[in-house]
């Protein structure tokens, strides 16, 4: 079974476009969540964390339900400048142990 | 955010030769991390560096490969003897913790892009 998997994608929304991406993790030690963007042919660059709580930042919401073992990321008004690959990482320890990644979801926001 | 910096950006090789891959990060940190992105595929971790030695690697960081700080700044790693399935984008990232969080957040360079011929 796969550790990390999101929606397979690519989403195509309209500018203004709400859109929702999914992520399961298989580990149930997973103690820290994420939402990354990467860019074509960049660095996965961080968008924001997730908590217990869910936490939104700006037009970004992200939710985490730890009895499913199921992480959301929400997307709202989307902008020509969210286009990008949104990746769902999770880590089994607070801190210094690996990154584990989802394979990404791709999103294109058409004009 | 930290800033994390490496070179070369990109690098072309020949099946068999050892190339260095190194990481600058701008400021003092506890964890160092490889990973490593085949092209369409998914970032998958290498190894993790800590107090100048290996904390964890995956079963992909093999005898080819090898890391190091050498002058307490530059952290390198090795692929000695490279094959054709190196070829991949390798990012280095650095582990920083929050003022108010235990959670550990990594930050990545920008990435080699190695191609092996």
């Known amino acids: 079974r796969k550790e990390v998997e999101q929606d397979p994608g690519p989403f195509n929304v309209p500018e203004g476009a709400t859109v929702a991406f999914n992520c399961t993790y298989s580990?149930?030690?997973?103690?820290?969540f994420f939402w990354y963007r990467q860019d074509c042919r960049k660095e996965p660059k961080l968008l924001m964390s997730?908590?217990?709580s869910g936490n939104e930042d700006g037009r970004f919401t992200a939710q985490l339900n730890r009895a499913s073992q199921y992480i959301s990321l929400l997307i709202r008004d989307s902008k020509l400048s969210d286009s990008a690959t949104y990746l769902c990482?999770?880590?089994?320890?607070?801190?210094?142990?690996?990154?584990?990644f989802g394979p990404g979801t791709r999103l294109s926001v058409l004009p | 955010e930290p800033e994390v910096t490496q070179t070369p950006s990109h690098q072309v090789t020949q099946m068999g030769q050892e190339v260095i891959l190194r990481c600058v990060p701008i400021?003092?940190?506890?964890?160092f991390y490889w990973y490593r992105q085949i092209l369409g595929q998914k970032v998958e971790f290498l190894v993790s560096?800590?107090?100048?030695?290996?904390?964890?690697k995956s079963e992909i960081f093999d005898d080819q490969f090898s890391v190091e700080r050498p002058d307490g700044s530059n952290f390198t790693l090795k692929i000695r003897s490279t094959k054709l399935e190196d070829s991949a984008m390798y990012f280095c990232?650095?582990?920083?913790?929050?003022?108010?969080?235990?959670?550990?957040?990594?930050?990545f360079g920008p990435g080699t892009r190695l191609l092996v011929l």
């Open positions: 560096f800590y107090n100048n030695e290996i904390s964890e």
């Open positions: 990232a650095v582990g920083t913790r929050g003022v108010l969080s235990l959670q550990e957040t990594q930050y």
């Open positions: 997730v908590y217990s």
């Open positions: 400021s003092n940190h506890l964890y």
């Open positions: 990482v999770v880590n089994a320890d607070n801190y210094g142990q690996n990154f584990v």
């Open positions: 580990n149930s030690a997973s103690q820290s």
